[in-house]
Structure formats: C-alpha cells, structure tokens
C-alpha cells in the first residue's frame, strides 16, 4: 500500500471523522425533510442511536455481527433516502403502509427520475465508513476474552426498548410527540406500532352508528335550484390529469392556456372556481374513487385496491339502473391502480385501457389524448341508448415532456427549463383534445343530448418540488400557496340549457356525486353519501388527505393546517387568496365534521356496509 492510501485509510480511521460524516447524513436528511430549530436535537438522537447500535453490536459476542449491522445500517439508510425522495413528492416521510407504491414506481419512470433529488447523495455517502470502522472494531472485539456473555445483547434490546417507549409515547407527553413525528427512528418505529398492534385495536362502529354520522355531518339543504335539468341525458365525465384551476382564463406570453375549456364555461356551463382535490395517495384513483362514489379516500392507498370487490352505489351503478350502459377509456395500463379488477365492481361494464385501443400515437406514458378522445367518440357513437362515459386522461401527466413540435405556447426566458414550462405545454395540448372532443360529439349528433363533466384530478406542480413556487408565484403575482395547489376546474357543460352561472361555494371531488344526481334528476340515499350538493348548499367544506398534513381542510373563507404532530392547536388557519391569518379556534368544528365523514368513509368500506342497489 503506497503512502498516500495509508493517509487516506487512516483518516478514514479516526472515530470523530466517521461521526461527522454521520451527522452529515442525519442534517442532510432533517434539511430535506424540512428544517426546524428542532432539527439539531433530532440530529442528536439520530446520532446517539446510530452510536448506540454501533457500539453496543460491535462489542458483543453476537455471531454475524458483521453482516447483521451491515444489514440494518444499509436498510435504515435506503429507508431514509427513499423518506426524502417520498417526502419531496408528498409532504410526508413513507409509512409502512405505502410498500406497495414501490411497483407503482417502476411504472412512471420518468416521474421517478424527475423526483430524485442530488443532495440526498449524502444519506448513502457514509456507508462505507460506517461499516469499515465497524469491521475493524468488531475483529477486535471477537479476540477480547472478557466481554460478558449476552452484554452486547442487553445493550442492544435496552436501546430497542427505550426506542419502543419514545415512540408509543404512553405519557401523550407534547414534545415527545413532535420527536415522535419527526425523528427518524422514533418516527418509523411509531409509524410500525400504528399500522400494526394499533389497527388491530381499533374498534369498528356499527352500521347505525356509522350511517347517522354521515347523516349529521353532511348538510342537505332542501332546495332543488337545477333540478333533473340534465334528466336523462348522456353523460360524460372527463377526468383531467393534473389540470389546475389557476390556467383557466389566463394567458401566458399572449397566448390563452385553455381556450377550449373557456370557451365552454363562458357557453352554457357551470363553473366551480373554489373546487378542491381531496386525494390521499392513490392520487388519480382517488379522485375517480371519490368522484364515482362521493366517499373519501383512505389515506393509504387506492381503494379500488383496499376494496375492489366490495358493493357500490356509485354513479355507473345509480346510472345502469335507470337504463345507462356505461363504459371507460384511459389510455395506460388496464391494471395501472388496478382499474381493470375495479372496474366492473363500480358498475362499469366496458373498459377501454391501452391493450384494447389502438396504440397509434403515444405521449409521455401511454396513448395520447387526442387519439382516445378520437377513438372514444366513434365508440360513444356505436351506443344504442342512453351512455355513461367515463375518460380519464394522461397526456398532461408529471414531468410533462412532449415532443417539441407539438408545444405551442412560446417559452419567456426566465421560465426556460422549468417545470411550469413544460405543464403549460401538456395543458394547452389536453385543452386542445379536449375542444376537438367536443366538436367530434358535435358532428356525431352526441353534444346536444349529453351533460358533460370535466375535473382536475390533482396538483400538477407541486409548490414543494422543481422550485415551482418562484415560477407560479411570477406568474400569479403573488405567493403559491395551498388553496393554489389543490385548487381543480370543474365545468359542468350542460349544452341547450341556457344556463352560465360561477358557483363559488367550496367543493371537492366528493361532492360531484351529489351535485349531478339533482341535475340528472336522480334519487340518492344520503345516508351514504359523504359529499353534498354544491349548487345547493350554503356551505362547502373539502378535507385533504395527502400533500397536506392529514386533519387539513378547507371552507369557505378559510384554510386550516394540521401541524405535523397532529395536534389541532399547532395548526394555523388562513384565509384563502390574502393568505390573512385567522384564528384556527374558531373553525374546530369543521375539523370535527372532516374527520368523522373519513372515519365513516373508511368504515363504510372496511366493514363492506353500503348495499347494492
Ligand atoms: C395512470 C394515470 C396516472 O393510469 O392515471 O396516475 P397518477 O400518477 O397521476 O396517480
Ligand atoms: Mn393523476
């Protein structure tokens, strides 16, 4: 070994250099995780657990120690870079419970790619070390006679144990809990004793119970304004990836963003401006979940796959009963959230998905919109009778890259390169598809006999990720927050009905349900029905599940924040637009009517309790 690797080596040796590196991997982490005064004591811990593994391990007798420390320490950290990775797209750090969106992953690449970030290279940076000194501390050990039989051992279950009483917290002691949320061991052990023991534990409500929650916690007003004005029609819902309300009726560089979409609210629509996603992590599913049924999420994952075989009401069923046949086109993968297995159980007879249509022009992940919008309308055509049609499209789906010819917005300097750029594109290419959707329903004698239905899924530009805050807060001319983010379209095109009018009153998806079975003239049975009718309400209320603290929710006039303990009073409230802050006391209540119409959702669902038909 020449002189310069002994340096190197030795170096490497020193005890406070391998410490430091650690600490490195730990503030990297807190740094991507969002920064708190707290942070530095969360290093601390970090670093006195890691030391405390290391060291009770390495001087033990424990056979394989090698390989056993070399397993855990390489696990944790994967875990902690995949936390940052995870943290950076949904504002939280993964829970066991979300395992199952690593197949998911692999589905998206390109989204997976744009969502790496370059400084959690450091997480991993410290491995080597860590487990070299480790090798050299643990050969050592092996040869000192005197360690205590099952020493190392104690130490390692007292760090265990002690690391178990942190996370259940059993005092509710407050400053516990935020170390609980936020540090990373305590964090994911807690996260473990929830999603296991504590599920267990949970109680479940009886049906009454459950059905008299929904009950008094929805409003049904008894007005009927726009009753059964769209009765028996055809009805077409177009789920729009990642569409945003803040393009709607702006230009950029002289250039109208969505004019297809203008042109039909300021025709004979209703326009919802304070509309909302109420998403959890199944994102899209979620929506189309929600929308299909008027039920929340749950905040885990995608209930077509949690409840794919269970009964349902929702709308492709209330629709089949009054003679609809109804069909769905997506031009991805049939098993892409399970749709294909879901499908039939939420009362869709016909699913188009990549493997049935023709794949002749494919953008980003899958076939484009304006070729399955095409392709859609000579299907629709085809239908005897009255038709549900569900589309949900992709082309303006993250990271929003599109062949250069097809983009027709010209770039300003300042915004080259950018995210918000590239969206901008893949929006006006949608709203494109979707004006010619429209004229093909036209030419085809469809448009004036249907009531059509257009939605933002979710978010398209994270105001946590791509820096695009600094681009969406140039563009609107003041700062990108929340209401911004989760705030969707929804159009409700109602062609010949001499109606145009801005509703205002907050919704979310889980009101659509509602909201179009008194246009349609339908009856519905509120009792398991978690959304309500926007048009007649006096009030809106929408609940966030993922991308926000879960507990957050809007109203009208007002915002609130879960703090990431969870815990009501750590949170803030403002008012949306100003960003004015408001006392969040005064809307407790609301928080209360959030959380009782999930908790009724989730156990409408687990226990399987809503009736056919
Ligand atoms: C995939 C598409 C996108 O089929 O719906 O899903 P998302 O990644 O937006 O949840
Ligand atoms: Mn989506």
Redesign the pocket.
């Known amino acids: 070994m020449d002189n310069g690797n002994k340096k190197v080596q030795k170096f490497f040796d020193i005890t406070a250099v391998m410490v430091v590196f650690m600490a490195v991997k730990f503030v990297v982490y807190y740094y991507l995780i969002e920064w708190s005064v707290y942070s530095f004591v969360y290093t601390v811990i970090s670093i006195a657990i890691t030391l405390g593994l290391y060291y009770s391990l390495g001087n033990s007798r424990m056979k394989h120690k090698k390989l056993i420390f070399g397993l855990v320490y390489i696990g944790f950290s994967i875990f902690m870079f995949a936390d940052v990775m995870y943290f950076n797209y949904y504002n939280q750090t993964v829970s066991i419970e979300q395992f199952w969106q690593l197949g ?1 992953v692999a ?2 690449p390109e ?1 997976f790619v744009a969502t790496l970030i370059p400084l959690s290279v450091f997480i991993l940076l410290d491995i080597p070390i860590v487990l070299h000194k480790f090798g050299k501390m643990a050969k050592e050990c092996t040869h000192i006679d005197e360690i205590k039989p099952r020493a190392g051992t104690v130490r390692v279950a007292a760090v265990i144990v002690l690391l178990l009483i942190a996370a259940m917290n059993p005092l509710k002691n407050p400053g516990i809990a935020k170390i609980t949320r936020d540090e990373f061991f305590i964090n994911h052990i807690n996260d473990i004793i929830i999603n296991t023991v504590g599920k267990l534990a949970n109680e479940d409500l009886s049906r009454d119970e459950v059905l008299r929650i929904v009950q008094a916690n929805t409003t049904s007003g008894v007005a009927h304004d726009l009753s059964g004005i769209a009765k028996g029609r055809n009805v077409i819902i177009i789920q729009i ?2 569409m945003q309300n803040f393009v709607i009726g702006r230009s950029y560089n002289g250039v109208e963003l969505t004019p297809n979409l203008n042109r039909l609210i300021s025709s004979e629509s209703l326009y919802f401006d304070n509309f909302y996603t109420n ?1 959890g992590k ?5 929506a189309e979940f929600s929308m299909l049924n008027s039920l929340y999420p749950g905040t885990d994952r995608e209930c077509y796959t949690l409840y794919e075989t269970n009964t349902f009401r929702g709308l492709p069923w209330l629709l089949k009963k009054e003679g609809y046949s109804t069909t769905a086109f ?1 031009g ?2 049939g098993s ?2 399970n ?1 294909e297995n879901a499908y039939p159980y939420q009362g869709i007879d016909e699913f188009y998905s990549i493997e049935d249509l023709n794949d002749d022009d494919i953008i980003g ?2 076939i484009s919109d304006k070729s399955v919008f095409r392709q859609a309308a000579d299907i629709l055509e085809k239908k005897d009778g009255k038709f549900f049609s569900f589309l ?1 499209t ?1 082309t303006n ?2 990271p929003y890259n599109m062949d250069e010819a097809l983009c027709e917005v010209p770039v300003k300097e300042e915004d080259e390169g950018s995210k918000f750029a590239s969206y901008i594109q893949t929006v006006r290419y949608t709203d494109d598809a979707i004006g010619q959707f429209i004229e093909d329903l036209k030419e085809k004698g469809l448009y004036d006999n249907s009531i059509i239905v257009m939605y933002g ?2 978010h398209g530009l994270n105001k946590d990720m791509d820096d695009n805050d600094i681009y969406m807060t140039r563009f609107l001319g003041k700062e990108y927050r929340y209401e911004d983010m989760f705030n969707i379209p929804l159009i409700i095109n109602i062609p010949r009905s001499g109606i145009n009018r801005t509703v205002s009153t907050v919704g979310g998806q889980i009101d659509i349900l509602p909201t179009l079975a008194n246009l349609l003239g339908i009856e519905l049975d509120k009792r398991y029905i978690c959304g309500q009718d926007i048009v007649n309400v006096e009030e809106g209320l929408v609940a966030f599940s993922a991308y926000i603290e879960d507990g957050s929710f809007i109203t009208d006039g007002a915002i609130y924040e879960m703090s990431r303990e969870q815990i009501y009073e750590n949170g803030r409230a403002w008012e949306p637009g100003s960003g004015r802050e408001l006392d969040a006391r005064d809307y407790v209540r609301y928080y209360e009517r959030t959380a009782a119409l999930k908790e009724a959702s989730r156990q409408l669902l687990k226990q399987n309790m809503i009736p056919a038909l």
Do not use: C, I, P
């Open positions: 998911n589905k998206v989204s990836e990642a998403v199944g994102n899209t599913a979620d997506h991805y993968d892409f959230w749709r992940l899958g949900v992709l789906h993250h899924d979710h």
